[in-house]
């Protein structure tokens, strides 16, 4: 078995080097590096940060003028015969942004970055929130009816945009299939150890990983998820609908009473946060760099904005207008980074164990301990650091489980894109399950798949690089329909509102009201 894993990492040991270089690019070369402050901006974030200011302007800063809004849209109370409502839509999309990475990649970005790089989460999500909106939109037009489900996202929009090429379609849901799979692995063997983590701390006994508790917990994981996945995106979407605002509204009470538990650090927080994000050394002496990258790299692992990793979710729903989900859609990166990510900061922050002597370790960002120990840094010697220990840590899981659906749901509807029979969604569903068992039985063994792990950086950084030119391309389609949702005048949104003939699913909604 050893040796098995040894090759497997020894296949796959570029997969590192090659996902920091394309982060990187062209930082990672001397010439660009000594150019005063560009120099300090990757490609990347070039490309994330300027198309969401870009978007912002071109919108009319919609991610704030229409936010009222989106809330109203969240709170009506819909029967839909197709699809999945607007709020179930929401929360589907929230179980995949609020992941375990709002509380290891905020942990990690402050580990690496300073506490300067969650300003710059901030910064990147308000701006990242004009991007979701816009794929959000393209994913609603270009949606397609299969019985009585929608589909749509990246593979859909993507095809239909670069001139209605199958296998574009084709390229762009195995992109995102791969993607998943890459992820797939660590999600689940979150849920488990964060289900031993709250054992622990119920028995107060250690609970090793090759115990068979271990293997129970990790088999009832698999069979609850094949329950759950083979069942469609509409039985996906009832535990969604139950777990998201669980874990969202637990997670936010256990955060607020550790800060009113340690309200005098308030201070300190935003003074830490805001002057490590501005320091006149940071933007002159290279540490700027970092601080910022760190910011959208682990903001965009967190909310996903401009991947397109989201955007099946979006087409799901039954929305009235194109540009509702859009709404939700960008109401969703508020969620994640602006409220939950803001949280996970507090907590890393005021409890200052980024700064001692073991803070090299916390940039491995692998290991809820390292966050538990914030906590008990802001509840010491109180009964409550158990009891906070064990919410968080329950979170925790939620947010690996949730994410485990949703990675799985999606990879299900971008197959529908390849082929729409029971056999191709079917060995997608069981592959994906596969890979979840195999994340799992390694880390019960104690092996490290590390450069397999690094696939998630890259898969990030991918499908950037192919979802935000198709935004671009689609631009003006999703100008138009958002003009058309702003005029409010009556009249049904179909392909002539943007210039098309091809949004079949809209211009047959309009013949059957009209008929």
């Known amino acids: 078995m050893q040796s098995i894993f040894e090759a497997i990492n020894h296949v796959f040991r570029f997969i590192g080097p090659l996902s920091d270089f394309l982060w990187d690019f062209p930082t990672n070369f001397g010439w660009y590096r000594s150019i005063p402050l560009l120099g300090n901006f990757s490609f990347a974030i070039i490309l994330l940060l300027g198309s969401g200011i870009y978007f912002s302007f071109r919108l009319g800063f919609l991610q704030v003028t229409y936010f009222k809004k989106g809330v109203r849209i969240l709170t009506e109370k819909r029967v839909v015969e197709t699809g999945i409502s607007p709020l179930a839509a929401f929360f589907l999309s929230s179980a995949m942004r609020v992941g375990p990475g709002n509380i290891i990649g905020v942990t990690g970005a402050i580990a690496v970055g300073g506490p300067g790089a969650l300003f710059w989460m901030w910064v990147s999500a308000f701006f990242g929130m004009a991007v979701a909106y816009m794929e959000g939109v393209l994913a609603q037009i270009f949606k397609e009816k299969k019985d009585d489900e929608f589909v749509g996202g990246l593979p859909f929009y993507g095809r239909k945009l670069l001139g209605n090429r199958a296998w574009v379609g084709v390229f762009l849901s195995l992109l995102y299939i791969l993607y998943a799979l890459c992820c797939l692995p660590a999600q689940g063997f979150n849920v488990v150890s964060s289900v031993m983590r709250m054992a622990e701390i119920i028995t107060g006994a250690a609970i090793t990983s090759d115990s068979l508790f271990y293997y129970l917990v990790g088999a009832m994981t698999i069979v609850l998820t094949a329950v759950i996945a083979f069942g469609g995106i509409k039985k996906v979407t009832k535990w969604t609908d139950k777990m998201v605002p ?164 999606f990879s299900e509807i971008a197959a529908n894109r390849i082929r729409r029979d029971n056999v191709c969604i079917n060995t997608v569903r069981v592959i994906a399950l596969a890979v979840a068992a195999f994340g799992i039985l390694c880390n019960i063994a104690g092996l490290e798949l590390g450069n397999l792990w690094a696939f998630s950086d890259l898969g990030n950084i991918l499908i950037v690089f192919f979802n935000v030119p198709i935004i671009y391309s689609g631009a003006n389609c999703v100008l138009k329909a958002t003009a058309h949702y702003k005029r409010a005048d009556g009249t049904p949104f179909t392909s002539q509102v943007i210039g098309r003939d091809d949004c079949t699913y809209w211009d047959e909604r309009a013949e059957s009201k009209e008929g």
Not at 281 to 310: C, Y
Not at 378 to 392: D, I, K
């Open 246 to 409: 669980v874990m969202a509204v637990l997670y936010v009470a256990v955060v607020l009473i550790l800060i009113l538990l340690n309200i005098g650090r308030i201070p300190y927080f935003f003074w830490a946060v805001l002057g490590g994000a501005f320091r006149p050394e940071a933007f002159f002496g290279g540490v700027f760099g970092t601080v910022l990258a760190q910011g959208v790299k682990r903001g965009l692992m967190s909310n996903e904005a401009g991947q397109g990793t989201i955007t099946m979710s979006a087409a799901a729903s039954d929305a009235k207008h194109p540009c509702e989900q859009g709404i939700l859609a960008s109401i969703g990166v508020f969620l994640d980074t602006i409220v939950i990510c803001t949280l996970t900061g507090f907590v890393v922050v005021m409890a200052h164990c980024w700064t001692g002597g073991e803070a090299a370790d916390w940039a491995a960002m692998d290991k809820l301990p390292k966050f538990t120990a914030s906590i008990a840094e802001l509840t010491p010697g109180t009964s409550m650091n158990a009891v906070m220990a064990f919410l968080v840590t329950l979170c925790f899981g939620l947010f690996a489980y949730t994410c485990l659906l949703g990675m799985i749901s």
